[in-house]
C-alpha cells in the first residue's frame, strides 16, 4: 500500500485560511469514508484533528474542517493562527484491513 | 484521565526481539479497539497493527506480518507488540493508540526501538 500524497508544505499569514490535500486511490480515501487528519508538533505525539471525513473530536478548534471528494480529502484551517504551525498527516482504511498515511504537510505561519 | 504508558523499547541487534508493552488507565481499556504506530526519526508516522476489543482479530501492516505479534490482557489492561526477526527499518518510536471511529484519540508518549550491531 502505496503512502498517501500530500503537499510538502503550505503557508499562509495569520487569520488566513489554508487547505491541505490528501490524495489517494479507490482502494483507501474514495472507497471509504474512513479518513483522519492529525496535527503533530515537535516532540509530541500526533493529536486528532478529524475522523471520519468530517468529524471534530471534542475540544478540537472548528476552525478545523476536513471534506473528500473522489480521491481527495482535504483539511482546510482557517483563522490561520500561530500556533497551527506543525506537520499535519491524513490517513485512510483501506480495502486491505490496513491504515495508510500521507507524506506528510509542513504548516507554516507566516 | 486517559494515560497510556508504552514500555519495552532498547537496543536490539538485527535479527532479535523485543516486547513491548502499552499500560493504560482512565477508560474502559476492554471496550476498545487498540493500534500500534511507529515513527522513524525525522519521517512521519507509519500503522503498524491493530486489535480489536476482544483480542480476536487482529490485522498487520505489510512490513511487519509474519514477525510482529499483537495482543492484549483486558484484565491487566495491558497491550503488547512482540517483534521478532528485528530489522534496521524497524527502528523507531513506537506509539499505541485508542482507536476512536476510524481515528485515533489517545496516544502514550512512545518507546524508542533501536535496531543496530
Known amino acids: 500500500q502505496s503512502a498517501l500524497t500530500q503537499p510538502a508544505s503550505v503557508s499562509g499569514s495569520p487569520g488566513q485560511s489554508i487547505t491541505i490535500s490528501c490524495t489517494g486511490a479507490t482502494s483507501d480515501i474514495s472507497g471509504y469514508n474512513y479518513v483522519s487528519w492529525y496535527q503533530q508538533h515537535p516532540g509530541k505525539a500526533p493529536k486528532l484533528m478529524i475522523y471520519?471525513?468530517?468529524n471534530r473530536p471534542s475540544g478540537v478548534s472548528n476552525r478545523f474542517s476536513g471534506s473528500k471528494s473522489g480521491y481527495t480529502a482535504s483539511l482546510t484551517i482557517s483563522g490561520l493562527q500561530a500556533e497551527d504551525e506543525a506537520d499535519y498527516y491524513c490517513t485512510s482504511f483501506t480495502g486491505s484491513s490496513t491504515y495508510v498515511f500521507g507524506t506528510g504537510t509542513k504548516v507554516t505561519v507566516l | 484521565e486517559v494515560q497510556l504508558v508504552e514500555s519495552g523499547g532498547g537496543l536490539v541487534q538485527p535479527g532479535g526481539s523485543l516486547r513491548l508493552s502499552c499500560a493504560v488507565s482512565?477508560?474502559?481499556?476492554?471496550?476498545?479497539?487498540m493500534n500500534w504506530v511507529r515513527q522513524a526519526p525525522g519521517k512521519g508516522p507509519e500503522w503498524v497493527s491493530y486489535i480489536s476489543s476482544s483480542g480476536h482479530t487482529t490485522y498487520y501492516a505489510d512490513s511487519v506480518k509474519g514477525r510482529f505479534t499483537i495482543s492484549r490482557d483486558n484484565a491487566k489492561k495491558s497491550l503488547f507488540l512482540q517483534m521478532n526477526s528485528l530489522r534496521a527499518e524497524d527502528t523507531a518510536l513506537y506509539y499505541c493508540?485508542?482507536?476512536?471511529?476510524?481515528?485515533?484519540?489517545?496516544w502514550g508518549q512512545g518507546t524508542l526501538v533501536t535496531v543496530s550491531s
Open positions: 471520519d471525513v468530517t
Open positions: 482512565g477508560f474502559t481499556f476492554s471496550s476498545y479497539e
Open positions: 493508540a485508542r482507536e476512536f471511529f476510524s481515528g485515533w484519540d489517545y
